[in-house]
């Protein structure tokens, strides 16, 4: 099984400013097949970042997904309103698929 | 549009079952796996499993053997999560999700389930 460490757990941050999330993997991602998702209370999970660095459709590009191997990268380049939440990394390299343990984006 | 609709929240005695469905629209349901996927209140997202639309094979992942049971109705659109000899810590959000890895732009989630477990 790939286990996944997202750090920090929570990232304090005001309105504008840059946040960068990182996913660890504890072996390499193969084909860097590795998504990042945003959740907010009460919704469901919503794709953000597949195959490490394209954005899914309607994503702004504010948001960057980069990294390879064993190490991941979600970028925000301004934060806005919307985007204070829980975002998650999982990979869909191995046939056992995993979830990162989530990072929480708060107003700082 | 394309969505997934899973049914309303369920409160459960220990011991009982629950059905959760999750009905397909806006797609070709055969054209992509139902995967199901647990949250319990306040922490992160577990891969239950999934189940092959075509051939109704269930793949189950450890820790959701045995109780937890994937089926379909393809006449309806319809994916199902049942879960028998309910437990307290069973308490959560099950979701119904499908996409089209390792392509990944097809992503969809169900809004959600929540269950409770409570005597």
């Known amino acids: 099984e790939i286990v996944l460490t997202q750090s920090p757990g929570t990232l304090s941050l005001s309105l504008g400013e840059r946040a960068t999330l990182s996913c660890r993997a504890s072996?390499?991602?193969?084909?860097?097949?590795l998504a990042w998702y945003q959740q907010k209370p009460g919704q469901a999970p919503r794709l953000l970042i597949y195959?490490?660095?394209s954005r899914a459709t309607g994503i702004p590009d504010r948001f960057s997904g980069s990294g390879s191997g064993t190490d991941f990268t979600l970028t925000l380049s301004r934060l806005e309103p919307e985007d204070f939440a829980v975002y998650y990394c999982?990979?869909?390299?191995?046939?056992?698929?995993?979830f990162g343990g989530g990072t929480k984006v708060e107003i700082k | 549009q394309v969505q997934l609709v899973q049914s309303g929240s369920e409160l459960k005695k220990p011991g009982a079952s629950v059905k959760v469905s999750c009905k397909a629209s806006?797609?070709?349901?055969?054209?992509?796996?139902m995967n199901w996927v647990r949250q319990a209140p306040g922490q992160g997202l577990e891969w239950m499993g999934w189940?092959?639309?075509?051939?109704?094979?269930?793949t189950y992942v450890k820790g959701f053997t045995g109780r937890f049971v994937f089926s379909l109705d393809t006449s309806v659109s319809t994916a199902y999560l049942q879960i028998s000899s309910l437990k307290a810590e069973d308490t959560a959000v099950y979701y119904c999700?499908?996409?089209?890895?390792?392509?990944?732009?097809?992503?969809?989630w169900g809004q959600g389930t929540m269950v409770t477990v409570s005597s």
């Open positions: 999700w499908t996409h089209d890895r390792p392509r990944g732009a097809f992503d969809i």
């Open positions: 806006g797609y070709t349901f055969t054209n992509y796996n």
């Open positions: 189940i092959n639309v075509n051939t109704g094979n269930p």
């Open positions: 072996q390499s991602v193969s084909s860097n097949y």
């Open positions: 195959g490490a660095s």
């Open positions: 999982q990979q869909y390299g191995s046939s056992l698929l995993t």
